[in-house]
């Protein structure tokens, strides 16, 4: 199933989007696309429906964060060798954890707001894990049991604010609209193999970055398992699993950083698709 959320922003409702790409409206059915009807047994009654006999959305409509109030939004730093080597980084010998603030989430086409003060806004495409059944010292083998399904993210940063503000990199991840999620929640039984994924993002219409989830140095499973380790994952937590080479840092001779009016298209393979123009904060 791919499931979505539409609607004006604070005003999503729950959906699925049908095998001819018509959204149907799942508001008799669960409350939203959360934690709580995540599980399996969730899933499984809505697999249950016909999708023909729930009500058709009508007109063209925003599409919001396709998981709402999400517990923890976790992210994965330096998990590609080939982004670790853009930016001078060692390879890390665990999986590099950093928070992003529930507040950054934002549907897939929104606006990406620059901040005040900002010269460093960079993107980074990546393949995010929704989970769906709670995690606690769980093994690689049964890690990807407890994911519901996978999503595409934008791991917006500010640069500056990230590394040379002091602290975490929290600083330069959680600003408003940094984390462009969705278009739709993508259930895990469709997902074949999440470690054979192309991803790639274009900024301006040329291609910038242009990988494939087989790179990533620690997989999905791993870092599930890994994290498991140390806190129970919930329900609704997202983890978002790194990005490939191509990100504005690392362009050269000079960094490449967004400006007001540039044009964001990126996906992950059978995620779906996402655009954002990027605009200054009044």
Same mark, same amino acid.
């Given at each position: 199933?791919?499931?979505?959320?539409?609607?004006?922003?604070?005003?999503?409702?729950?959906?699925?989007?049908?095998?001819?790409?018509?959204?149907?409206?799942?508001?008799?059915?669960?409350?939203?696309?959360?934690?709580?009807?995540?599980?399996?047994?969730?899933?499984?009654?809505?697999?249950?429906?016909?999708?023909? +006999?729930?009500?058709?959305? !009508?007109?063209? =409509?925003?599409?919001?964060?396709?998981?709402?109030?999400? #517990? @923890?939004? &976790?992210?994965?730093?330096?998990?590609?060798?080939?982004?670790?080597?853009?930016?001078?980084?060692?390879?890390?010998?665990?999986?590099?954890?950093?928070?992003?603030?529930?507040?950054?989430?934002?549907?897939?086409?929104?606006?990406?707001?620059?901040?005040?003060?900002?010269?460093?806004?960079?993107?980074?495409?990546?393949?995010?894990?929704?989970?769906?059944?709670?995690?606690?010292?769980?093994?690689?083998?049964?890690?990807?049991?407890?994911?519901?399904?996978?999503?595409?993210?934008?791991?917006?940063?500010?640069?500056?604010?990230?590394?040379?503000?002091?602290?975490?990199?929290?600083?330069?991840?959680?600003?408003?609209?940094?984390?462009?999620?969705?278009?739709?929640?993508? +259930?895990?039984?469709?997902? !074949?193999?999440? =470690?054979?994924?192309?991803?790639?993002?274009?900024?301006? #219409? @040329?291609? &910038?970055?242009?990988?494939?989830?087989?790179?990533?140095?620690?997989?999905?499973?791993?870092?599930?398992?890994?994290?498991?380790?140390?806190?129970?994952?919930?329900?609704?937590?997202?983890?978002?699993?790194?990005?490939?080479?191509?990100?504005?840092?690392?362009?050269?001779?000079?960094?490449?950083?967004?400006?007001?009016?540039?044009?964001?298209?990126?996906?992950?393979?059978?995620?779906?698709?996402?655009?954002?123009?990027?605009?200054?904060?009044?």
């Amino acid at each position: 199933m791919k499931l979505l959320r539409y609607g004006p922003k604070g005003g999503e409702r729950p959906a699925l989007l049908d095998g001819d790409g018509v959204i149907r409206d799942l508001s008799n059915h669960i409350g939203d696309v959360d934690g709580p009807f995540l599980s399996k047994a969730s899933l499984e009654k809505l697999r249950a429906l016909d999708p023909g +006999t729930l009500p058709k959305v !009508e007109g063209t =409509q925003r599409v919001g964060q396709c998981v709402a109030n999400p #517990g @923890k939004v &976790m992210c994965i730093g330096l998990n590609y060798k080939d982004h670790a080597a853009e930016t001078g980084s060692k390879l890390p010998e665990h999986p590099m954890l950093f928070m992003k603030a529930n507040s950054a989430m934002t549907g897939p086409d929104d606006d990406v707001v620059l901040p005040r003060g900002s010269e460093h806004t960079d993107w980074e495409v990546e393949l995010a894990a929704v989970i769906g059944e709670p995690a606690k010292y769980v093994s690689v083998d049964e890690a990807l049991d407890h994911v519901a399904g996978y999503c595409v993210m934008n791991d917006v940063s500010e640069r500056r604010f990230q590394k040379h503000m002091s602290g975490q990199f929290t600083k330069g991840k959680s600003c408003d609209t940094f984390g462009p999620l969705g278009p739709w929640l993508v +259930t895990a039984d469709e997902i !074949e193999d999440p =470690q054979n994924l192309s991803l790639w993002c274009d900024v301006n #219409g @040329k291609r &910038m970055q242009d990988g494939t989830t087989s790179d990533m140095i620690f997989s999905v499973a791993e870092i599930i398992s890994h994290l498991s380790q140390m806190f129970t994952l919930h329900p609704g937590d997202i983890i978002s699993t790194g990005t490939p080479a191509g990100v504005g840092a690392g362009v050269k001779p000079a960094p490449l950083f967004l400006k007001p009016d540039d044009e964001l298209e990126l996906g992950v393979e059978g995620l779906g698709v996402q655009h954002q123009t990027i605009v200054a904060d009044g």
